[in-house]
T-cell receptor
Framework: NAGVTQTPKFQVLKTGQSMTLQCAQDMNHEYMSWYRQDPGMGLRLIHYSVGAGITDQGEVPNGYNVSRSTTEDFPLRLLSAAPSQTSVYFC??????????FGPGTRLLVL | GESVGLHLPTLSVQEGDNSIINCAYSNSASDYFIWYKQESGKGPQFIIDIRSNMDKRQGQRVTVLLNKTVKHLSLQIAATQPGDSAVYFCAENRGLRGSYIPTFGRGTSLIVHP
């Protein structure tokens, strides 16, 4: 049982490049979400999903897209990377209980 | 706007002391609160939670107190250990569009000196 996995762990991009951050879970949780964490700040919600085929925006959705074709996977796409998107990205899941489980994070540097 | 925040960005304690980390929230409609611990280089980890119909909940060496009158939440850690050094976040569930995705405060860094 791996819980929540995220790939890659580290990534360096040039401005304008696109990429997909992967998130997978094996707990059969309906709820999944993406957060970004910047120095000295808490986690800010980017997008979330309440089940396969359903996604919605969080606090800071601009510049990111998501899709949820399966219960297990919730990829986050950066369409055209900008230096302001340099951050640590966390994926989280939640079942019917309200506790969230977080992945280990992806550190992204945009040059 | 509505927010969850922490009073102190850094708290330094001696090993064996009790630690108290505070949190203020502004949404009186929030009905569920969670404390997370985040160690360096890792994702947040659930510590303890409390619902708004309670004012105190205890776990192993941790206690969460909720004062709805002043919209204040605290995390007490008994006999603090070096392994407790981390950033602690409080979060409130606001029922975001019915989905109960928690909103996080900025965090308090707890430093435990041996």
């Amino acid at each position: 049982n791996a819980g929540v996995t995220q790939t890659p762990k580290f990534q360096v991009l040039k401005t304008g490049q696109s990429m997909t951050l992967q998130c997978a879970q094996d707990m059969n949780h309906e709820y999944m979400s993406w957060y970004r964490q910047d120095p000295g700040m808490g986690l800010r919600l980017i997008h979330y999903s309440v089940g396969a085929g359903i996604t919605d925006q969080g606090e800071v959705p601009n510049g990111y897209n998501v899709s949820r074709s399966t219960t297990e996977d919730f990829p986050l796409r950066l369409l055209s990377a900008a230096p302001s998107q340099t951050s640590v990205y966390f994926c989280a899941t939640r079942g019917y209980q309200e506790t969230q489980y977080f992945g280990p994070g992806t550190r992204l540097l945009v040059l | 706007g509505e927010s969850v925040g922490l009073h102190l960005p850094t708290l330094s304690v001696q090993e064996g002391d009790n630690s108290i980390i505070n949190c203020a929230y502004s949404n009186s409609a929030s009905d569920y609160f969670i404390w997370y611990k985040q160690e360096s280089g890792k994702g947040p980890q659930f510590i303890i939670d409390i619902r708004s119909n309670m004012d105190k909940r205890q776990g192993q060496r941790v206690t969460v107190l909720l004062n709805k009158t002043v919209k204040h939440l605290s995390l007490q850690i008994a006999a603090t250990q070096p392994g407790d050094s981390a950033v602690y976040f409080c979060a409130e569930n606001r029922g975001l569009r019915g989905s109960y995705i928690p909103t996080f405060g900025r965090g308090t860094s707890l430093i435990v000196h041996p």
